[in-house]
């Protein structure tokens, strides 16, 4: 069975889009730890980030560097993050976050709850930025 990312890549489930090329999907994560949290997966699903094949694996942090720069531009933060669990759904992915400190990446801080009118604009103001 396809993992969720892999329906949302397919456009079998919504999601709020932010950029997206032959290989690769990026999008808001909808329990985000901050506000322009984005999920940048590949569009082959492969369950662990080790796995993924080393030209998809480098070409990966390229394609994610604008959309740093861009949540960079979108909030104001000392940087943008980047983690990489896997353990909540199989399929590689890394989220990118606009953090102040390291704890701005603990995941097992509450999550926001967005409505849909924010969601949407926090997904205009990273494309806008790109």
Sequence with gaps: MASIFSRI???????????????????????????????????????????????????WLVFAKPIAKAIERSFPCNRCGISVIGLEVPHAHMHLVPIDSADDLNFTRPKLKLEVREMEEIQQKIIANL
Excluded at 27 to 56: Q, S
């Design 9 to 59: 890549i397919a456009g079998e489930i919504p999601s709020y889009k932010i950029a997206e090329d032959d290989r690769f999907f990026a999008f808001l994560d909808i329990a985000p730890l901050r506000e322009g949290h984005v999920l940048v997966v590949p569009k082959n699903e492969t369950d662990k980030i080790f796995d993924v094949d080393n030209d998809i694996l480098a070409r």
